[in-house]
């Protein structure tokens, strides 16, 4: 069974744990799960993720979704980047395509589906106006036309947020205003609050989230480093939540020349805290970038098709090109690896042949002692390392060596 394979299999299990259909205690599953298959699961597991299942009382409530089950039985979440894929308003108001994306991107290896939600009336004066990116893709005459015309309603929300639940992936959502905000901490389990770009300067959004009990993600487009540190201290006020920093650029899309990723490191100079990147190039290359540069989180937003009328497709990601960077952005988390220096079996083996050791530079007699002009450095290294010459200049050998063999420790006194 592949790691695809088995990431399918625990999908169909948190599901049938979300209705109770199966008890988990010890491993016991009913009858209508192939328990040929269960056990070939938990073998292959053990296997692919080189981890043993320890906790011996698991049951239906540990897990609410499958990052949590993922989390439980992977020894890899230290290094695995978080991936929201951001539909944001890329369903154009409608939830037929909204879970027709859900439905696509539950196939793939990432950890949230992100919306967005807010009240047009409570987001837009009478004096908002579009910015020059959404004048030239939607066709809406005023900004807040175009903002009603791509929501969903709340009791869509919730009807997608039960959707995602029941696919076993979580849902996000950001609100654009208070009454919004109050509506999703109150009726949704969010694993995160994500304050956008647009929002860093709100007080009554930043003074709400600061005193709740939830970890923030924060975008930074249009912020410079001084007003983003004026809000994580108002974020920091009450309570001690983790903040991560999105690095962001709120051009649509992004050209490369403006990305500047390297601000990545400063923000993780000046602030402490995790940095993430919010992408919204037309290039996978940034994305897999950021990771290489330590970004914990990456937000990515995704649509059906980037020829759909609507003010985010043209700088969204189709969803098939989104699972090719979702794959490419895992395979640079096992590129990555951790800091630690090791040596895989394979290298070890190839270190004896590529390495050199102390030989004889001439036939050496028994109880002769051993010069500088005595020895060279010749492949395999299998014997005694050059670093180590100057340990065995001056010693005596206890029985004779031929010229060009190597030198081993055992003759040596």
Same mark, same amino acid.
Do not use: W
């Given at each position: 069974?592949?790691?695809?394979?088995?990431?399918?299999?625990?999908?169909?299990?948190? !599901?049938?744990?979300?209705?109770?259909?199966?008890?988990?205690?010890?491993?016991?599953?009913?009858?209508?799960?192939?328990?040929?298959?269960?056990?070939?699961?938990?073998?292959? @597991?053990?296997?692919? %993720?080189?981890?043993?299942?320890?906790?011996?009382?698991?049951?239906?409530?540990?897990?609410?979704?499958?990052?949590?089950?993922?989390?439980?039985?992977?020894?890899?979440?230290?290094?695995?980047?978080?991936?929201?894929?951001?539909?944001?308003?890329?369903?154009?108001?409608?939830?037929?395509?909204?879970?027709?994306?859900?439905?696509?991107?539950?196939?793939? /290896?990432?950890?949230?589906?992100?919306?967005?939600?807010?009240?047009?009336?409570?987001?837009?004066?009478?004096?908002?106006?579009?910015?020059?990116?959404?004048?030239?893709? /939607?066709?809406?005459?005023?900004?807040?036309?175009?903002?009603?015309?791509?929501?969903?309603?709340?009791?869509?929300?919730?009807?997608?947020?039960? %959707?995602?639940?029941?696919?076993?992936?979580?849902?996000?959502?950001?609100?654009?205003?208070?009454?919004?905000?109050?509506?999703?901490?109150?009726?949704?389990?969010?694993?995160?609050?994500? @304050?956008?770009?647009?929002?860093?300067?709100?007080? /009554?959004?930043?003074?709400?989230?600061?005193?709740?009990?939830?970890?923030?993600?924060?975008?930074?487009?249009?912020?410079?480093?001084?007003?983003?540190?004026?809000?994580?201290?108002?974020?920091?006020?009450?309570?001690?939540?983790? !903040?991560?920093?999105?690095?962001?650029?709120?051009?649509?899309?992004?050209?490369?020349?403006?990305?500047?990723?390297?601000?990545?490191?400063?923000?993780?100079?000046?602030?402490?805290?995790?940095?993430?990147?919010?992408?919204?190039?037309?290039?996978?290359?940034?994305?897999?970038?950021?990771?290489?540069?330590?970004?914990?989180?990456?937000?990515?937003?995704?649509?059906?098709?980037?020829?759909?009328?609507?003010?985010?497709?043209?700088?969204?990601?189709?969803?098939?090109?989104?699972?090719?960077?979702?794959?490419?952005?895992?395979?640079?988390?096992?590129?990555?690896?951790?800091?630690?220096?090791?040596?895989?079996?394979?290298?070890?083996?190839?270190?004896?042949?590529?390495?050199?050791?102390?030989?004889?530079?001439?036939?050496?007699?028994?109880?002769? !002692?051993?010069?500088?002009?005595?020895?060279?450095?010749?492949?395999?290294?299998?014997?005694?390392?050059?670093?180590?010459?100057?340990?065995?200049?001056?010693?005596?050998?206890?029985?004779?060596?031929?010229?060009?063999?190597?030198?081993?420790?055992? !003759?040596?006194?």
């Amino acid at each position: 069974m592949s790691p695809d394979n088995i990431k399918k299999v625990l999908k169909k299990i948190v !599901i049938k744990i979300k209705k109770k259909k199966v008890n988990i205690t010890n491993f016991n599953f009913s009858k209508n799960f192939d328990s040929i298959e269960i056990l070939d699961f938990i073998s292959q @597991i053990e296997k692919n %993720f080189k981890i043993k299942f320890k906790d011996k009382s698991i049951n239906h409530k540990n897990f609410s979704n499958i990052t949590a089950l993922i989390k439980l039985i992977s020894n890899e979440k230290k290094n695995k980047t978080f991936i929201i894929a951001e539909i944001g308003p890329n369903h154009n108001g409608s939830i037929k395509i909204a879970k027709k994306m859900i439905r696509k991107l539950s196939s793939i /290896d990432i950890d949230a589906i992100k919306f967005q939600l807010g009240d047009p009336n409570e987001v837009y004066s009478d004096d908002a106006f579009k910015a020059p990116y959404q004048k030239k893709n /939607d066709k809406e005459n005023s900004v807040k036309a175009m903002s009603k015309k791509n929501q969903l309603s709340k009791s869509e929300h919730i009807a997608i947020s039960k %959707f995602c639940n029941k696919l076993g992936i979580p849902y996000a959502c950001t609100a654009f205003d208070l009454k919004s905000l109050k509506f999703l901490n109150k009726n949704f389990k969010l694993p995160f609050f994500k @304050i956008p770009s647009g929002e860093v300067t709100s007080l /009554d959004l930043i003074n709400y989230i600061s005193k709740q009990k939830k970890p923030i993600i924060l975008s930074t487009g249009m912020s410079d480093f001084q007003e983003i540190k004026k809000v994580k201290s108002m974020l920091e006020k009450h309570h001690k939540n983790k !903040i991560t920093i999105l690095h962001c650029v709120s051009e649509y899309p992004a050209k490369i020349k403006n990305v500047n990723l390297n601000i990545i490191d400063e923000l993780k100079r000046r602030f402490k805290c995790d940095i993430g990147y919010s992408d919204h190039t037309n290039e996978e290359e940034t994305c897999i970038s950021a990771v290489a540069k330590g970004a914990t989180i990456i937000e990515k937003h995704v649509t059906l098709s980037k020829t759909m009328s609507g003010p985010d497709h043209k700088s969204s990601f189709t969803i098939k090109e989104f699972e090719t960077l979702v794959d490419k952005i895992r395979k640079v988390e096992r590129l990555l690896g951790k800091n630690q220096k090791k040596f895989s079996k394979e290298e070890k083996h190839i270190q004896f042949a590529a390495k050199k050791s102390c030989v004889t530079n001439k036939d050496l007699k028994k109880n002769h !002692i051993l010069k500088k002009q005595d020895i060279c450095f010749k492949r395999p290294g299998t014997g005694i390392s050059p670093l180590e010459l100057n340990k065995i200049l001056g010693k005596r050998i206890i029985r004779d060596i031929k010229k060009n063999k190597v030198i081993r420790r055992n !003759i040596i006194r």
